[in-house]
């Protein structure tokens, strides 16, 4: 009778010194798990994630939908990150009726009122691209500071759209407006192997996570709504996208690039 005794103590000693620590194992897991799930979108690496977990995160799903395919259908999902191109995540989607490849291009906000940058390049580049006239190359020079100002100026190094001539103004005006779809398509797409085809916005908000997916058709048609015009500040508007001189960097050379920048939060909104 001693000997079952002490067999059942010894039983029920490591048993209640093995419980806790798989109690608080699972307490901790699902916990971690809570704090993924409220976290939303940290990065571009989340998203990739989630699209490998198809079978199981209802997002994917979603995101798989609207790419027009039935997650049912699909039987595999695998990613990869180029660089230096517009997809930022790249997705590769089988069905029996094989593989597809889909670039995305995503942006992570955190805020309603922010701008992200979609675009950086030197003059030089953009003027070969979208074959610009000499002389609005040469105007947008001055004002990059690439050129110093050829006449009074509120900055010594440098000159805004609004203090060229009228002439001058009217001119790049117009050549904007003339080419706004193929601009603002090499601004978002981009063109070769890792052009984007799939535009996602998703908040990283603590609270309530969202996202929109968009194909960059939908994308630049939005984005291009609206005319081209000159800021207040002496910059230039096209449609929801502001050029502007990128500045900054400590005054390097690379402050004289030409940037542009939309807010992606805009296209929660779009119809």
């Known amino acids: 009778m001693n000997f079952v005794y002490r067999l059942l103590l010894i039983i029920f000693t490591i048993f209640a010194a093995y419980w806790p620590s798989q109690a608080q194992a699972v307490s901790t897991a699902a916990a971690k798990g809570s704090e993924t799930a409220k976290a939303g979108f940290k990065n571009e690496n989340d998203i990739a994630a989630k699209f490998v977990n198809w079978k199981s995160d209802e997002d994917a799903k979603s995101w798989l939908r609207t790419m027009a395919y039935d997650p049912l259908d699909v039987t595999n999902v695998t990613t990869s990150k180029p660089s230096g191109e517009k997809t930022d995540v790249r997705v590769l989607v089988t069905t029996p009726k094989g593989t597809v490849t889909h670039g995305i291009s995503i942006k992570l906000v955190s805020s309603g009122n922010g701008f992200n940058q979609i675009d950086k390049r030197w003059l030089r580049q953009y003027a070969a691209a979208w074959k610009m006239p000499p002389e609005i190359v040469a105007a947008l020079r001055f004002y990059l500071g690439e050129d110093p100002p050829n006449k009074p100026s509120r900055d010594p190094k440098r000159m805004y759209i609004n203090e060229f001539d009228n002439e001058i103004q009217t001119k790049i005006i117009d050549f904007f407006a003339a080419n706004k779809e193929m601009i603002v398509s090499d601004l978002i797409e981009g063109d070769g192997r890792d052009s984007a085809k799939w535009f996602l916005v998703a908040w990283k908000n ?66």
């Open 206 to 271: 603590a609270d309530k996570p969202k996202w929109t997916l968009r194909s960059t058709t939908e994308t630049i048609r939005f984005f291009s709504e609206g005319n081209v015009e000159i800021t207040r500040a002496g910059n230039l508007k096209i449609g929801r996208i502001t050029m502007q001189r990128k500045g900054g960097d400590g005054g390097r050379e690379t402050a004289k690039m030409l940037q542009f920048k939309l807010n992606p939060t805009q296209l929660f909104a779009a119809k």
